[in-house]
C-alpha cells in the first residue's frame, strides 16, 4: 500500500520546502504541486549546483519521477517552458516525467498587466506582490472567464475564449488603469505556441492520481507558499490567492480521506518577503545578523523569484501552533537549525499580549494583528556549528530543547532537521529519537 504524503510551509513561505522535497523525492512515484504557480520559488542545491524551481515540481532532479503539475495550480507558459528549456540546458531529463493537467487555469498576458496596474494604482497600501499574475488569474478562476490547458490546446477554442475575455480586460487595463492594452492576434499565435509545445505534456491528471492510488503508489503533495500567506487563514489581505491550507485535494482530485501524513516545514526563525504584518520581525541587529549567517553558510536570505531582501524574526509559537492545527500535521521538518548557531540566547514567542491580555490564537483583525506584543521566552543557544551533523543524538543538547520546545508549540514531532542547503544536509530521526 502507498503513502501519500502532503508537505506543507507553515509561515509565511520560504521555510525550505524544496530543499526537503528533494532530499525525500527518492522515496516517492510521485510528486505533485497543487495550487499555486511561479510566485513560488523551490531552492535545491547540489553539490555546486543551484537549481530554483519556480513550476516544475521539486522531485524533477530525480530520474524515475513522475512529477505533475495538478489542476490547482495556475501555469504561466512563458515561466514553465523557460524553466524547462533551463533545467534541459543543465542535462536534466524533462519529458514524459513532467505532466500537466488538463484542468490547470493558463495565466495570460493580461493577468500579469493587471496584477503590475493593480499594485501601483495601491502606492505605499500595495500587497507586494511577485507580480506574476497569481491574483488575475485566480479571480477569472473563479469568475468563470478563465481559460484551462484543455481550452488552450484546442486553437479554435483558444481563440474564442481569448477574445472574450481580452475585450473586458483591454478596457480595464485601458480605462481603469491607464495601462498598454495586450495585443489580441500577438498574444493568440505567442500562446499557440507554448500551446504545441506543452501539448504532449497535458493529460488528464485526475485519472492519473486515481491510478496511482489504486497501484499503491507513493505520492508526495508539494505545498507552496506557507500557510500564513493562505487566502482563507493567512493575513487577509497580505496573502497569496490560493489555498495553501486544504488545497491538495481540491488541487488535485484526491480525496482527504487518502493522505496519509502531513508534514509541516517549518523555519527554525521566521522570515517574510513583502508587505504585511510581522509580530516577531526583528528589523534590527538581530535581523541583520540572520541575515549575515545565512549567506555565509552558503544560503540566502532574497526571494527565490525576486530576488527582494526577506525580513527575519524570531520563531513565532502563536503562528505554528495555529498553522500545524488548520493543517493537521503529523510530523515536522525543521530548517535552517545552521543558521541559529550565531546566537548565544534565543527567542521564541509563545504567546501575544494584547491590551495587556494574553492572546493564544492569531486574531482575523489586521489592526490587532498590528498591535499585538509578542512574549518571548529565552533559550539558551548552542554557539557550534551544526552544519555537519548526520544523527539526532550528535545535536547539541541546546539544539536538541530548542526542537523540543518547537515541537511543544506545534504539538507535533519533529522527523527531519535541514542544517543546511545542501542535499545531503539533512537528519532524519529515527521513530524512538
Ligand atoms: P522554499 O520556497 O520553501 O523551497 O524555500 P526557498 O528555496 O525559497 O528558500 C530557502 C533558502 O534557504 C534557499 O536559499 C535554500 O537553499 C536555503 N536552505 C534550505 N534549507 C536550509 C538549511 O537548512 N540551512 C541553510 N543555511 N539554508 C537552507
Ligand atoms: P514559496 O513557495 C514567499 C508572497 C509575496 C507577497 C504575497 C502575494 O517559494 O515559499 P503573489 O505573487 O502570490 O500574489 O504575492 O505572497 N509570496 C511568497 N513569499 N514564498 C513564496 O513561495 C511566495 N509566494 C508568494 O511575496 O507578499
Ligand atoms: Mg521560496
Redesign the pocket.
Known amino acids: 500500500m502507498g503513502q501519500t504524503v502532503l508537505l506543507v ?1 507553515l509561515q509565511w ?7 526537503v522535497i528533494d532530499a525525500l523525492s527518492e522515496r516517492f512515484d510521485l510528486v505533485v504541486r497543487f495550487q499555486g504557480g511561479a510566485n ?4 535545491i ?1 547540489i553539490g555546486q549546483e543551484e537549481f530554483i524551481l519556480r513550476l516544475v515540481p521539486s522531485g524533477i532532479l530525480h530520474p524515475g519521477t513522475l512529477c505533475v503539475i495538478a489542476n490547482g495550480v495556475v501555469v504561466d507558459p512563458v515561466a514553465l517552458t523557460a524553466e524547462m528549456a533551463g533545467l534541459r540546458q543543465r542535462g536534466v531529463d524533462v519529458g514524459e516525467n513532467l505532466v500537466i493537467s488538463d484542468r490547470a487555469h493558463v495565466v495570460l498576458p493580461h493577468h500579469k498587466a493587471l496584477d503590475e496596474a493593480r499594485e501601483a494604482a495601491r502606492g505605499k497600501d500595495r500587497l507586494g506582490t511577485t507580480r506574476n499574475g497569481i491574483g488575475p488569474c485566480y479571480a477569472d478562476k473563479a469568475s468563470r472567464c478563465g481559460i484551462r490547458f484543455a481550452e488552450m490546446i484546442e486553437p479554435d477554442v483558444f481563440h474564442e475564449r481569448l477574445v472574450a475575455v481580452l475585450e473586458i480586460n483591454n478596457r480595464i487595463l485601458t480605462q481603469v488603469y491607464g495601462a498598454e492594452p495586450v495585443d489580441v492576434d500577438a498574444a493568440y499565435d505567442e500562446y499557440c505556441r507554448y500551446a504545441e509545445e506543452l501539448k504532449p505534456h497535458v493529460q488528464d491528471t485526475v485519472m492519473l492520481m486515481r491510478q496511482a492510488l489504486r497501484d499503491g503508489k507513493n505520492i508526495l503533495l508539494e505545498g507552496a507558499q506557507g500557510s500564513m500567506l493562505d487566502l482563507n487563514f493567512g493575513t487577509y489581505p497580505y496573502v497569496t490567492s490560493s489555498e495553501v491550507v486544504g488545497g491538495a485535494t481540491v488541487g488535485t482530485g484526491i480525496p482527504p480521506t487518502r493522505i496519509d501524513r502531513v508534514i509541516g ?1 517549518v523555519k527554525s526563525y521566521c522570515s517574510r518577503v513583502g508587505t504585511g504584518p510581522f509580530p516577531t520581525e526583528q528589523d534590527n541587529e538581530i535581523g541583520k545578523a540572520i541575515h549575515r549567517t ?1 549567506e555565509m ?4 536570505e532574497r526571494g ?1 523569484v525576486t530576488g527582494r531582501p526577506r525580513r527575519c524574526g524570531w520563531l513565532d509559537g502563536v503562528v505554528l501552533r495555529h498553522t500545524a492545527e488548520l493543517n493537521g500535521v503529523t510530523g515536522l521538518a525543521v ?5 541559529l548557531s550565531a546566537f548565544e540566547t534565543l527567542k521564541v514567542c509563545t504567546a501575544y499580549k494584547l491590551d495587556g491580555r494574553g492572546l493564544h490564537s492569531f486574531p482575523a483583525s489586521l489592526t490587532a494583528v498590528e498591535r499585538v506584543e509578542p512574549v518571548y521566552e529565552e533559550l539558551e543557544g548552542w554557539c557550534c556549528d551544526v552544519s555537519d551533523v548526520t544523527r539526532w543524538e550528535e545535536l547539541p543538547p541546546q539544539a536538541r530543547r530548542y526542537l523540543a520546545a518547537v515541537e511543544e508549540l506545534a504539538g507535533a514531532p519533529v522527523e527531519f532537521v ?4 545542501e542535499r545531503k ?1 539533512v537528519i532524519e530521526r529515527e521513530p524512538d529519537g
Not at 513561505?13 to 530543499?19: A, H, I, L, P, V
Not at 530548517?335 to 543558521?339: E, N, T
Not at 535541514?418 to 542547503?421: I, L, Q, T
Open positions: 510551509g513561505g520560504d521555510e525550505g520546502k524544496g530543499k513560488a520559488g523551490h531552492t542545491h516545514v545565512i553558510h552558503g544560503g540566502r527565490s530548517g535552517m537549525l545552521d543558521v535541514s542544517v543546511g542547503p544536509q
